[in-house]
């Protein structure tokens, strides 16, 4: 039941994506990613750093990871409304629809370490492989698949 419901969540993030079409998300392609991913990371770490002294660990790692999410129907509302196409733009879907995902493997991480009174390797990869493959299902199987039915 918990992957139904983590599966659905990616699918979920990608639903704006896929109204856009893929090619925004292809074209911005690794500086999207680094983009969602430095989206993602920066917050949560300027965060632990200034409040984990007086916050504690746990509370700052729940309130870091939630700096992280963005919207991605604001961003993609903003850009519709203004009519914005390009690079530009294309970067803005791509880091933003990956920006979530990268949050949703963090906020992932971090719960399995707060339950679990210590965080392993092999916990940290096996959520980040899970995350990944499904990313790629959803990326390269769905969004062909979509299209295709178009």
Do not use: C
Request: no cysteine.
């Amino acid at each position: 039941m918990l992957f139904l419901a983590e599966f659905s969540m990616i699918l979920l993030i990608f639903a704006s994506g896929l109204e856009h079409g893929t090619s925004s998300l292809r074209s911005a392609g690794v500086m999207g990613f680094l983009g969602a991913t430095t989206g993602a990371l920066l917050p949560f770490l300027v965060t632990l750093i200034l409040y984990w002294s007086s916050l504690g660990l746990i509370p700052t790692l729940v309130i870091g990871t939630a700096m992280g999410a963005t919207s991605l129907a604001a961003v993609a509302s903003i850009l519709r409304e203004m009519n914005l196409q390009g690079k530009a733009s294309n970067y803005l879907m791509a880091a933003s629809s990956s920006d979530d995902v990268v949050d949703l493997i963090l906020l992932s991480v971090v719960l399995a370490s707060i339950g679990s009174a210590g965080l392993s390797t092999l916990m940290v990869v096996r959520t980040v492989a899970f995350y990944l493959v499904a990313w790629a299902i959803i990326f390269f199987v769905f969004t062909r698949g979509v299209t295709y039915l178009l």
